[in-house]
């Protein structure tokens, strides 16, 4: 581990870590809902982002898999480490590592390195950019009974739920068998002492399906959407009551029939701790969109608002839909209260265009919520919004004010940033928008070569662009903080990166912003006071 500091600025910077207002950051997407809103922290604010500094950038023992390695960091405050009081960034990587670090300083406290039951069978399919093997999940972080623990859940790619303490690395309880191994799992989410997830792309064979596992009780449970990949970046989306949605592809919709492809479906636990289905919802076109592999990718939303169970999601398609949690979909579970126009793909390109990281929602101060939908490729011709900083040729981020009069609901759309390479996710905080382009190289497809032209790497998974030429092709990651009521650009990380990420994300709190890169690298960029 290599840690580059870079906080020497005349001695004058002061990180604002008041214990009065300090947050912690325990799963992917903030809370439950996945809204990206981080409520509580009063660190960030309009003025004091546009002096953010990069505070520090610490090199990982973590070694790439196909185009992953580590994952955004949990961020864990006043933790009761051997060293004393501590915030604790909790980093995952892929080959099976946990990191503890320092949060203020990026000094390493300790590193995990997994030992395994899993033993990849010989002449079986190999990995490829979808599949990498290794640990796929964001874990999550739960306080424990007395202040300063925390305890930190994690899949590692044998499929065992790691139970760690936040303070030392070590395991509290021994690993136990949670999903089959050589899996793709998604960021764990935790509600109620069952731990939510779900596993798609047939990596290791496994099919498709949603899981949950109750830690008390130590029962696997487990949902088969038959035909429907469940992928989307933020892992599942929890309602209040329990009920995890999440979007589906690469499959038919046919209800009749059992296959919920190309829709959001919601599960639950029963009194048999078996889970079943409770919810579910498919697009007028999803037959067009299942035909043309513009998969429902993305992690849904759940809030309340107005009285109404809400829900939000979107796809490869490049747009969204407002759904009733409790009238999911009306009778023929294909009605939306409220959809936007499409906002990009205007090609219906499967890959590197469309909505693939993550959706953002959040509350202003007159109590009205906001929709921010990241999204890659060039805004479409007809979609346009008050304030536009530019037309994206390469992604951006549009925003819309959820609304409601008469019963009747609406997206109406606010402002559209500038181009960004391949906008990915947000986090809102304080009035501040956290946003990041990937840079990475989404293409998928190969491109038309004659018989004397250089041939690419595909994939293990047919003829796809592999991750050897995808990777020569990435450029770099780029952070930034936006005004979030007008879209202002208030600060930018510009070429202060120097290397792309794929397949993670940002996590924020107490006047810090963290961001992994594929070279191993996980930065850290603070405000001052």
């Known amino acids: 581990m290599k840690r580059s500091s870079v906080t020497l600025l005349g001695g004058a910077l002061f990180l604002l870590c008041s214990a009065g207002w300090a947050v912690n950051f325990l799963t992917e997407g903030v809370d439950n809902g996945r809204t990206g809103w981080l409520q509580g922290d009063k660190s960030f604010t309009p003025q004091n982002v546009k002096g953010m500094k990069l505070l520090w950038k610490t090199k990982l023992d973590s070694t790439p ?36 670090l320092d949060g203020k300083t990026g000094d390493q406290l300790w590193h995990v390195h997994y030992d395994t039951t899993f033993t990849p069978v010989p002449g079986a399919r190999g990995g490829g950019t979808l599949c990498p093997g290794g640990q796929t999940a964001v874990p999550v972080a739960t306080p424990g009974d007395k202040p300063g623990d925390y305890t930190v859940y994690a899949v590692s790619w044998d499929g065992r739920l790691r139970t760690i303490n936040a303070a030392d690395g070590k395991d509290i309880v021994p690993p136990a068998k949670f999903l089959p191994p050589n899996g793709k799992p998604y960021a764990l989410n935790l509600l109620d002492g069952v731990i939510y997830t779900s596993v798609s792309q047939g990596c290791g064979g496994l099919t ?49 029939n059992g296959h919920l492809g190309n829709g959001i479906i919601g599960v639950k636990l029963n009194k048999s701790e078996d889970l079943e289905l409770v919810d579910y919802f ?175 790497t595909t994939s293990g998974f047919g003829p796809l662009l592999g991750s050897p030429d995808r990777i020569k092709g990435s450029r770099h990651a780029t952070l930034y903080a936006l005004d979030a009521a007008t879209g202002k650009a208030l600060w930018s990380s510009g070429e202060q990166i120097s290397n792309w990420n794929h397949f993670t994300g940002i996590s924020a709190a107490n006047g810090r912003v963290y961001i992994p890169t594929f070279d191993g690298n996980l930065y850290c960029f603070g405000v001052a006071q």
């Open 208 to 256: 498709f399906a949603s899981y949950a596992y109750n830690l008390k009780t130590k029962v696997t449970s487990v949902f088969y959407p038959s035909g429907g990949g469940l992928w989307g970046r933020r892992g599942v989306g929890l309602s209040p009551d329990g009920i995890s949605y999440m979007g589906t592809g690469d499959g038919e919709w046919d209800v009749e």
């Open 282 to 456: 498919a697009p007028k076109n999803a037959d067009w969109m299942w035909k043309r592999d513009l998969d429902v990718n993305v992690s849904p939303v759940a809030i309340d608002y107005k009285g109404k169970h809400l829900l939000l999601g979107s796809s490869k398609e490049c747009r969204v839909w407002l759904l009733d949690r409790d009238n999911f979909g009306g009778d023929d579970h294909r009605q939306v209260l409220a959809d936007t126009p499409l906002l990009c793909n205007v090609e219906a390109n499967f890959a590197g265009e469309g909505v693939w990281g993550a959706l953002s929602t959040w509350q202003d101060a007159q109590g009205t919520w906001w929709l921010a939908v990241p999204f890659y490729g060039p805004v479409a011709p007809k979609f346009h919004a008050p304030v536009e900083y530019g037309r994206p040729k390469h992604g951006g981020i549009a925003t819309f004010k959820i609304t409601e009069k008469d019963g009747k609901w609406s997206l109406v759309p606010v402002w559209m940033s500038e181009d960004m390479d391949l906008a990915e996710e947000a986090i809102i905080a304080n009035g501040v928008m956290l946003a990041y382009a990937s840079g990475e190289d989404a293409r998928q497809s190969l491109p038309d070569a004659a018989w004397n032209e250089p041939k690419i």
């Open 65 to 100: 898999r196909e185009m992953h390695n580590l994952f955004a960091p949990l961020l864990l405050e006043n933790v009761e480490t051997p060293s004393g009081k501590k915030e604790v960034a909790v980093v995952a990587g892929v080959t099976d590592d946990l990191f503890g």
